[in-house]
């Protein structure tokens, strides 16, 4: 079999229409005639998907959205063009060379999205059946001039109402929030972003529950330990402020500081 001879003619610097790339028909042509192996096909193999390639970034862009990356879905499309072009049969291509691989490569775009785009992990059939939903909704609430209820979509679809409300949920996890982006306006004029707007672990949830047992416990105390107590944790003040204060050593001090706390551990223990 006679080698493959890659074209001599100048690049094409647009490849814009439907008609763009009909000067490539010959190559793919003669690229589907030559057998894996023959000398010189690997090389218009590659001359071939290179210069298909503006096509599949021009499709990319299509499906390119907030929380899509570009580069990903053409990297997706860019496999679909490798697939069409390996398997690329003339006799059964129609409309040129872009009838024949568009498909593909938009095939494999809307895999990479439906599989890899969503937020969180979809069962597959449960994606399929959001996209459905989603564009059932939408062609509804054009026609209706309202969104469309649950039991509509379930009767336009031909599903459950529960398998629709189930799509409707998955729609909503497609893309995550981001926690910078403002969720409203707190009347300054500044809309709080999600972060702003999510609590925070509360310390003193964990010792509410010991609040009457702590009560009751100090109560029990004698005055001059609770008094040292409020001293010390309360007032900020140090051992030797206390001492000073309440007229004893240091020493003294410490030595009633640790058997009150001892005191009052085994207390709530107890409780």
């Known amino acids: 079999m006679q080698s493959p ?6 690049a094409t610097t647009s490849r814009d229409g439907r008609r763009g790339y009909d000067d490539l028909i010959p190559d793919l042509d003669q690229l589907a005639r030559t057998a894996p192996g023959t000398p010189g096909r690997e090389a218009l193999r590659e ?27 053409e ?38 999205l439906r599989d890899y785009s969503w ?10 059946l959001a996209v459905t939903v989603g564009r059932v909704a939408d062609e509804m609430g054009q026609r209706l001039g309202r969104p469309p209820r649950p039991s509509e979509i379930a009767a336009e679809v031909g599903v459950p109402i529960g398998e629709v409300v189930d799509a409707l949920g998955a729609l909503e996890s497609h893309h995550a929030k981001s926690l910078d982006a403002p969720v409203g306006d707190d009347g300054s ?12 672990d509360d310390p003193a949830l964990d010792l509410a529950a010991h609040g009457p047992g702590m009560r009751a416990a100090l109560n029990e105390l004698p005055e001059r330990e609770r008094r040292m107590l409020v001293l010390r944790f309360y ?34 223990a107890d409780d």
Request: glycine share 10%.
């Open 75 to 112: 990297q997706a499309g860019m496999l679909g063009l490798v697939k069409a072009v390996d398997r690329y049969d003339p006799s059964s291509a129609t409309g040129g060379p872009l009838g024949y691989l568009v498909p593909s490569i938009r095939g494999e775009m809307k895999r990479h």
């Open 189 to 200: 004029g500044e809309g709080l972003s999600l972060a702003e707007r999510m609590g925070s």
């Open 47 to 73: 001359y071939v998907i290179r210069e298909f390639r503006p096509l599949v970034r021009n499709l990319s862009r299509r499906f390119a959205a907030p929380g899509r990356g570009v580069e990903d879905i």
């Open 235 to 268: 007032g900020d003040r140090t051992q030797s402020q206390i001492a000073t204060e309440l007229g004893i050593s240091q020493m003294h001090v410490s030595r009633l500081l640790s058997r009150t706390l001892a005191r009052l551990r085994e207390r709530l």
């Open 5 to 10: 001879t890659l074209p001599t003619r100048p």
């Open 119 to 128: 937020a969180v992990r979809v069962p597959r059939d449960l994606k399929e």
